[in-house]
């Protein structure tokens, strides 16, 4: 054990060496001295421990946690991501039945401490109905019941209930990300107004909302939650003149809309989904039948904001379900999300190979993303 005074290091150099630790190993060595708990618990600190793990992948990939709901959404599941794809070498062919001892010795924790379920005046249970919304920099933002969004650290349990947005439903537009130039995480919420789109900010400094005096004219359609990205979050909207798609990107720190444009230049009554593939944009489309839906296109945006560099990967292997980009990637791999059948899919882009990915005792998930363990306190 350290002591308090003279340590054998300079307090410099166990700053150092305690910045590459994970937030496991830093909880545990906050009770070693007063000075240890100190520093830890500075919030310089944890944005140094942050980008230690940030900017060196082989730590990054160590440390990325999997968040997930269950089935019926009713409650918030975490495991090491790493862990679970570690042991899924296997790959099976379409049609293949899940392999159900993959991820069997990876530890599932849940997050019902944030809000435990409820009962009505019989007694009876009222399940909790849980969306995932976004992830930042260890933070992950959820929205209950359609009527409450909730910020959560999983690493250290701590989590805040948000004061509800001026105008606030299941299908407001939702986002999250960390405005460098105010060093704050922030919260837009973005709601119709005819055909236009206002916008409220929740400031995690100040913990108040404040609606943003212009409104943007664009139409909200089924692309509600946001991806964070180049400083801004990003929706997949229509323009109200003339109907036509296109990407949007609330600047946290300038606080207004940049338009992105679409990979496609016409209608097509296809379903779309954003996200973010990497460091890139993506979209997803797919089209139903009488049968199933099968999953066609998947375009990742090359070069920020150029309309060109748009490139499409092709599935070269059938995949009869509608998915989408978790957001979760491992060199060529890319876990999807099958919304129809509530899987989770690895797909392969260099040999065009897919296989599902079962979390033993979890055989269905509906929402998924992954984050990065963290200090950053909400606090």
């Given at each position: 054990?350290?002591?308090?005074?003279?340590?054998?290091?300079?307090?410099?150099?166990?700053?150092?060496?305690?910045?590459w630790?994970?937030?496991?190993?830093?909880?545990?060595?906050?009770?070693?001295?007063?000075?240890?708990?100190?520093?830890?618990?500075?919030?310089?600190?944890a944005?140094?421990?942050?980008?230690?793990?940030?900017?060196?992948?082989?730590?990054?990939?160590?440390?990325?946690?999997?968040?997930?709901?269950?089935?019926?959404?009713?409650?918030i599941?975490?495991?090491?991501?790493?862990?679970?794809?570690?042991?899924?070498?296997?790959?099976?062919?379409?049609g293949?039945?899940?392999?159900?001892?993959?991820?069997?010795?990876?530890?599932?924790?849940?997050?019902?401490?944030?809000?435990?379920?409820?009962?009505?005046?019989?007694?009876?249970?009222?399940?909790?109905?849980?969306?995932?919304i976004?992830?930042?920099?260890?933070l992950?933002?959820?929205?209950?019941?359609?009527?409450?969004?909730?910020?959560?650290?999983?690493?250290?349990?701590?989590?805040?209930?948000?004061?509800?947005?001026?105008?606030?439903?299941?299908?407001?537009?939702?986002?999250?990300?960390?405005?460098?130039?105010?060093?704050?995480?922030?919260?837009?919420?973005?709601?119709?107004?005819?055909?236009?789109?206002?916008?409220?900010?929740?400031?995690?400094?100040?913990?108040?909302?404040?609606?943003?005096?212009?409104?943007?004219?664009?139409?909200?359609?089924?692309?509600?939650?946001?991806?964070?990205?180049?400083?801004?979050?990003?929706?997949?909207?229509?323009?109200?003149?003339?109907?036509?798609?296109?990407?949007?990107?609330?600047?946290?720190?300038?606080?207004?809309?940049?338009?992105?444009?679409?990979?496609?230049?016409?209608?097509?009554?296809?379903?779309?989904?954003?996200?973010?593939f990497?460091?890139?944009?993506?979209?997803?489309?797919?089209?139903?039948?009488?049968?199933?839906?099968?999953?066609?296109?998947?375009?990742?945006?090359?070069?920020?904001?150029?309309?060109?560099?748009?490139?499409?990967?092709?599935?070269?292997?059938?995949?009869?379900?509608?998915?989408?980009?978790?957001?979760?990637?491992?060199?060529?791999?890319?876990?999807?999300?099958?919304?129809?059948?509530?899987?989770?899919?690895?797909?392969?882009?260099?040999?065009?190979s897919?296989?599902?990915?079962?979390?033993?005792?979890?055989?269905?998930?509906?929402?998924?993303?992954?984050?990065?363990?963290?200090?950053?306190?909400?606090?």
């Amino acid at each position: 054990m350290m002591k308090e005074e003279n340590p054998n290091l300079p307090w410099e150099m166990i700053r150092e060496i305690f910045s590459w630790l994970p937030v496991k190993s830093l909880g545990q060595f906050r009770c070693v001295s007063k000075p240890c708990r100190s520093f830890i618990s500075d919030p310089n600190f944890a944005k140094i421990q942050l980008s230690r793990t940030i900017d060196n992948k082989h730590i990054l990939f160590q440390r990325r946690r999997l968040v997930f709901t269950n089935e019926k959404r009713h409650s918030i599941y975490f495991c090491n991501l790493d862990e679970l794809l570690n042991q899924d070498s296997r790959f099976l062919d379409d049609g293949e039945s899940i392999n159900e001892n993959i991820g069997k010795s990876v530890v599932v924790s849940n997050l019902d401490y944030v809000h435990p379920e409820q009962s009505s005046p019989d007694g009876s249970p009222l399940p909790n109905f849980w969306v995932l919304i976004s992830y930042c920099n260890g933070l992950v933002l959820f929205k209950l019941n359609g009527q409450e969004l909730y910020l959560v650290n999983p690493a250290i349990r701590e989590y805040k209930k948000l004061p509800k947005p001026p105008s606030f439903n299941a299908l407001s537009l939702s986002g999250f990300g960390f405005d460098h130039a105010s060093d704050d995480y922030k919260v837009v919420n973005g709601w119709s107004v005819k055909d236009e789109i206002e916008f409220a900010v929740y400031s995690l400094k100040t913990g108040f909302w404040r609606v943003i005096e212009r409104r943007f004219p664009y139409k909200a359609m089924f692309c509600f939650i946001g991806f964070m990205l180049n400083g801004g979050v990003h929706w997949l909207v229509k323009i109200a003149q003339d109907d036509s798609w296109v990407i949007i990107s609330f600047l946290l720190e300038e606080e207004e809309v940049r338009e992105i444009p679409v990979p496609f230049t016409s209608y097509k009554p296809l379903h779309y989904k954003l996200g973010v593939f990497g460091e890139f944009l993506c979209i997803a489309d797919w089209v139903s039948s009488h049968v199933d839906e099968q999953y066609t296109d998947f375009w990742v945006m090359k070069e920020y904001g150029v309309r060109e560099s748009w490139t499409e990967k092709k599935f070269s292997s059938f995949i009869p379900f509608s998915l989408v980009h978790s957001g979760c990637w491992k060199k060529d791999y890319v876990l999807l999300i099958c919304q129809h059948k509530k899987l989770l899919v690895m797909y392969d882009f260099s040999d065009g190979s897919s296989h599902c990915i079962n979390i033993y005792d979890f055989p269905k998930v509906s929402d998924a993303g992954f984050y990065v363990e963290s200090l950053v306190s909400l606090n």
